[in-house]
């Protein structure tokens, strides 16, 4: 008997490292560590290779495109506009005999991988350039086309992922019960069969749970480059329909051949074909014309398939030898030679269906763009196929039968109307489905998934275009259920990219547009039918537009407010014009009798969009920018208008507190005095506990910091002893912002003060923070030391007044809201010019191109991070400390940074359009050193707009005339430079 060994434990790890060795793991490495291989080598193994007969694991991982092109040249820069580059540089990948010079031509590449065809397809469309529509329109090397889209639909990856499916887990197979009806599945038993015993899975977790279609990169890279070919294709219809007889230009036949390569594929969906009852009439479907004339085309196909076959013989030797069993010919091609009654609207529609049902969405929508900006004399329109059929139908129906009994068919003049009827038409429901679909492609900032809605919203708008141009409506939906599914999507921040917002508030529709359009139910409601419920008026357009206002007067874009604005207003106004046309078109089809009294039997619509309806709120922000930027004219319209519909804000509004302030704090500054005694009358009431008259908080913000603009210091010291008799006021940080503007002001002298102005300011300001030092501190702490802090970092004549009450070391943080921010900038852009301006926006504002992300993103919206965002990398990337030594010793650190807006840039252009509008009146030209200094603040101010969202058109109109002073050549190369350094704490 032999006795047993003691396995010891390192006999136990050699067993189990040749286990792992020998068996495929069915659990990925990330999900199970305990079964991964280690990475280095174990301390029990040989330093020699141990060859193993057993097979090696092997884990399937997405592979994406190589990122080294070795084999492709693509075209230098200055000529990657030029055509003629492109088809070069793909004229290297192509066979001897297809190139352009094939007895020139040298065999520099022995392989052409797919990715190299895809690669220059995709870069070539990035400058808007179809390389293959060029080969075979201009060129006129058709085989050349088809041989690389041959490669792509071989060598790619399959058009059908192969997916996996799991066997029964349960203990038996139900049977399939679509065939039965209720009853006999209540009263009859159901009888389900055994399944076998379990086995063990076949397949990993790791092929169950990947898809491809998200992950595998080179599948989605390949995808696109069929989008290309796809393109190529609407490309080459469109050129066969210009002319009445396509078959002469010798385009459709390869049209024809490269559409049955793609269908033998798969890589024409078979849901194309397919024609669902429709159980709702007003849902999105599609026409049943390729369901009708499926056999026809595939007829065709086949046909195209089979002579392209024929047609592959290429040396006449081979002709002559090859045996035929039934002829020359391909069996049935002879007998079927031309496949009529297919136009090329029709193989449009197949390409276009094809287009959408496969994933090439923005593909299919450029197609319809190209048919949008077709020439005149020859444009495409829609038709609805819907309409067309109940038209076919009623005239069938209203047609004599007598003739039909005798046999005659058709006449001819009628063939020829209905084939006029449809040429150069595309469904208007395939229209519908494309801007239903791209909508479902907006990017939501995960990874690289999705498209921009800017690019979304572009497409949209053009295909609204091509419906509008004659008279054609979604039908199914309507453009205001469009605008707010784009917003509902998740992908746009308005507050970030308000002009998008705006872009997307253009889509709604004016009064009566779509219920009229041609391919609305409304026509049927003679018949007693119902408008469909989707027609029903509602406020998007206008809330959108409110909504874009805001966010615009939050960013400081007094430019961009106005021109929504003027966009409402016009919106509003072409309703009402609508409106009354339709009324006195409908009193015309009214028959009155004679000496009957004028009555209307219309009754008055309720539509929102007739008025503007700016709520008050937003009419407070949007007077209070135009009081801070001095638009003037645009707070007068606001107030004094005298058009028909009269003011924008009237007389009721006046009795609310914050509109009250905020005329009063515009009628100060534009010298309207009247105004400001008409509201200080209606404003104002009775305290009951106080036993006095009451003035509201921010109406009496807005008083004293009139007082204070107007440089009244003793009214300002009476209204600060009235607060402290009268408690329950609470201080707002603007007051502090103004009253250090106006020291700023008043300090540097060039407005004519003199050396006791001066000192009776300085007076003013201590007292007023003596006064109300319980107020400020317990109610606004930071807001005050950060107003201190910043008046000590512009001059150092400001310090001596700001140290008395910064006395104690601490630590706060930067309070202060922008529009704050730029009340004190503008003080100091009035006493100090533009350079001093820019040091104070480069030390108290965010200087990290990260902090303006949101406005440089797509739709506003930052991507994703594929890892979560630790705290302590928040804590190192944060800004530097701000530190303020006084003479006492204490030490006041500030932390944190403003966030700058348009109106911050705003003003420091501003400043210098002044001061150069003063040089040349007084015809002196700039100094050296001068105009260095504003060129290079210039160049910072137009880097500041590019992070805040703007693009080079909008800094370009931003900068105005002294533009040409920045001499700005390329954005990119826009460097920040070093500004002038503030007042050193």
Not at 92 to 108: G, I, S
Not at 228 to 254: F, N, Y
Not at 618 to 636: C, E, I, M, N, P
Request: charged share 25%; with cysteine; aromatic share 8%.
């Amino acid at each position: 008997m032999a006795i047993a060994r003691p396995i010891c434990a390192f006999d136990t790890r050699n067993y189990l490292a040749n286990l792992l060795a020998s068996r495929t793991l069915c659990v990925p490495e990330f999900l199970a560590p305990a079964l991964a291989r280690p990475p280095r080598r174990a301390l029990s193994s040989s330093r020699h290779c141990q060859h193993s007969d057993a097979p090696q694991s092997q884990q399937r991982r997405p592979a994406g495109p190589s990122s080294k092109f070795s084999r492709v040249q693509l075209p230098e820069p200055p000529l990657r506009n030029d055509i003629e580059a492109w088809t070069a540089a793909i004229d290297v990948l192509l066979p001897r005999h297809l190139r352009r010079q094939p007895e020139l031509a040298v065999d520099t590449i022995h392989h052409v991988a797919t990715t190299d065809l895809a690669r220059v397809l995709l870069e070539a469309q990035k400058f808007s350039h179809d390389i293959l529509g060029h080969i075979c329109l201009v060129e006129k090397r058709w085989e050349a086309a088809i041989w690389v889209i041959k490669q792509l639909l071989e060598t790619g990856p399959p058009a059908v992922d192969k997916t996996v499916e799991l066997g029964a887990s349960g203990s038996g197979i139900w049977p399939p019960m679509n065939s039965k009806s209720l009853l006999d599945l209540t009263y009859s038993p159901i009888v389900a069969s055994k399944t076998g015993p379990p086995r063990e899975p076949q397949h990993s977790l790791w092929d169950l749970t990947l898809p491809p279609n998200s992950i595998n990169p080179e599948k989605v890279f390949f995808k696109r480059a069929l989008g290309q070919v796809w393109r190529s294709l609407g490309t080459l219809i469109l050129e066969a329909a210009e002319d009445g007889d396509s078959q002469d230009k010798g385009i459709m036949p390869h049209v024809l051949e490269i559409l049955a390569l793609m269908h033998h594929d798969g890589w024409i969906p078979d849901s194309v074909y397919r024609d669902d009852p429709v159980r709702y009439d007003l849902a999105l479907h599609q026409p049943p014309t390729l369901h009708l004339l499926s056999s026809s085309i595939m007829r065709a196909l086949s046909d195209a398939a089979m002579r392209a076959r024929e047609a592959t013989t290429k040396q006449p030797q081979d002709k002559l030898n090859a045996s035929y069993l039934f002829g020359r010919e391909i069996p049935g091609s002879r007998y079927q030679v031309h496949v009529s009654g297919i136009r090329p609207e029709l193989w449009l529609e197949l390409v276009l269906w094809s287009s959408l049902h496969g994933g090439w969405v923005l593909d299919g929508a450029t197609i319809l763009e190209r048919m949008l900006s077709s020439p005149a004399g020859s444009r495409w329109r829609p038709i609805s196929w819907k309409q067309l059929f109940k038209d076919e139908l009623e005239e069938d129906n209203a047609s004599s039968k007598g003739w039909r009994l005798f046999g005659r068919r058709q006449n001819d003049g009628a063939k020829a109307d209905a084939s006029a009827r449809v040429q150069k038409t595309i469904s208007c429901e395939t229209i519908a489905a494309y801007v239903d679909g791209l909508i479902n492609l907006v990017r939501v900032g995960v990874g690289s998934r999705g498209t921009a809605p800017e690019e979304i919203v572009r497409h949209i708008t053009n295909l609204k275009h091509f419906l509008d141009r004659d008279s054609y409506s979604l039908g199914s939906a309507t453009w205001d259920s469009v605008a707010v599914r784009i917003l509902e999507s998740g992908g746009v921040i308005p507050e970030k990219r308000p002009d998008l917002l705006m872009d997307i508030a253009q889509l709604a529709p004016e009064f009566g547009t779509e219920i009229a359009s041609h391919n609305s139910l409304s026509h049927s409601t003679a018949d007693g039918a119902e408008i469909p419920y989707y027609y029903e008026p509602t406020a998007v357009s206008i809330s959108l537009l409110h909504r874009t206002m805001r966010s615009f007067i939050e960013n400081g874009d007094i430019m961009g407010a106005v021109k929504t604005l003027n966009t409402l207003v016009q919106h509003t106004d072409n309703n009402k014009q609508k409106s009354l046309l339709q009324f006195f078109e409908s009193l015309k089809l009214t028959q009155r009798r004679a000496n009957q009294p004028f009555t209307s039997w219309i009754p008055p619509i309720d539509y929102p969009a007739f008025n503007a309806q700016l709520p008050v709120p937003l009419l407070v922000k949007l007077l209070d920018l135009a009081t801070q930027t001095r638009s003037f004219h645009l707070g007068r319209w606001l107030l004094l208008s005298e058009d028909l519909d009269g003011p924008a804000i009237t007389r009721d509004m006046y009795d609310d507190a914050n509109m009250a302030a905020a005329i009063v704090r515009f009628g100060t500054l534009a010298n309207e005095n009247d105004l400001v005694m008409k509201v200080m009358k209606k404003t104002g009431f009775w305290s009951g506990t106080q036993q006095a008259h009451r003035v509201p908080n921010s109406l009496l913000t807005a008083l004293m910091a009139s007082q204070v603009q107007l440089h009244r210091w003793d009214s300002v010291r009476r209204m600060q002893d009235f607060v402290l008799q009268n408690p329950g006021y609470r201080p707002k940080p603007e007051l502090l912002a103004i009253f250090a503007a106006e020291l700023l002001r008043v300090a540097n002298g060039k407005g004519g003060t003199t050396k006791g102005q001066r000192a009776e300011a300085f007076s003013a300001f201590t007292d007023l923070l003596f006064a109300w030092e319980g107020l400020l501190l317990t109610r606004m702490g930071n807001e005050l030391y950060t107003v201190l802090t910043m008046l000590s970092s512009v001059d150092t004549q400001f310090r001596k007044v700001c140290s008395q009450f910064l006395e104690n070391s601490g630590r706060y943080k930067v309070a202060i809201s922008t529009s704050n921010f730029n009340i004190i900038l503008s003080g100091v852009l009035d006493a100090y010019g533009s350079i001093r301006g820019r040091a104070l926006v480069d030390l108290w504002c965010h200087r990290q191109p990260g902090a303006y992300a949101p406005y440089q993103a797509p739709g506003g919206l930052p991507t994703m991070s594929h890892l979560r965002r630790a705290k302590a990398k928040d804590y190192e990337e944060r800004p530097e400390d701000i530190e303020f030594t006084q003479a006492s010793g204490a030490t006041v650190v500030m932390q944190g940074r403003v966030l700058p807006d348009r109106h911050t840039i705003r003003g420091i252009i501003r400043k210098i359009q002044q001061d150069v509008d003063k040089q040349r009146q007084s015809e002196k030209n700039l100094e050296g050193s001068k105009r260095a200094q504003i060129r290079e603040t210039l160049r910072w101010a137009a880097e500041k707009l590019h992070y805040l969202g703007l693009d080079d058109e909008d800094v370009a109109r931003e900068l105005g005339d002294v533009g040409e002073i920045a001499e700005l050549q390329d954005p990119d190369s826009v460097e920040a430079t070093d500004a002038p350094m503030m007042a050193q704490p």
